[in-house]
Nanobody, 116 residues
Framework: QVQLVESGGGLGQPGGSLRLTCAAS????????MGWYRQAPAPGKQRELV????????SYADSVKGRFTISRDIAKSTVYLQMNSLKPEDTAVYYC?????????WGQGTQVTVSS
């Protein structure tokens, strides 16, 4: 089992920044990949993969490329999502995930609201 604890959501201004944190309960050396999905409040909206990080690479959704940066601190077993140039359409519940040995684990979600 991998437990994930998220923090850092809240209210952000358009054009502003927020940083999300996801702390894992196990060493990152035992995790294949970590990342973030988001679920927007619009009816019928699919959960969107925002960013992923592995030992050798990062990847991003086109909608956040150039604005969001995913990084990790191996010593702290923590992944970060730095969100800059926020837009109202970034408003969503953001979920951290971790893949280990073929299983996927989820955090509880953290609300991000972008509004003036």
């Amino acid at each position: 089992q991998v437990q994930l604890v998220e923090s850092g959501g809240g209210l952000g201004q358009p054009g502003g920044s927020l940083r999300l944190t996801c702390a894992a309960s196990t060493s990152m050396f035992r995790i294949n990949a970590m990342g973030w999905y988001r679920q927007a409040p619009a009816p019928g909206k699919q959960r969107e993969l925002v960013a992923t990080i592995t030992s050798g690479s990062t990847s991003y959704a086109d909608s956040v490329k150039g604005r969001f940066t995913i990084s990790r601190d191996i010593a702290k077993s923590t992944v970060y999502l730095q969100m800059n140039s926020l837009k109202p359409e970034d408003t969503a519940v953001y979920y951290c995930y971790a893949d280990r040995s073929g299983d996927r684990y989820w955090g509880q979600g953290t609300q991000v609201t972008v509004s003036s």
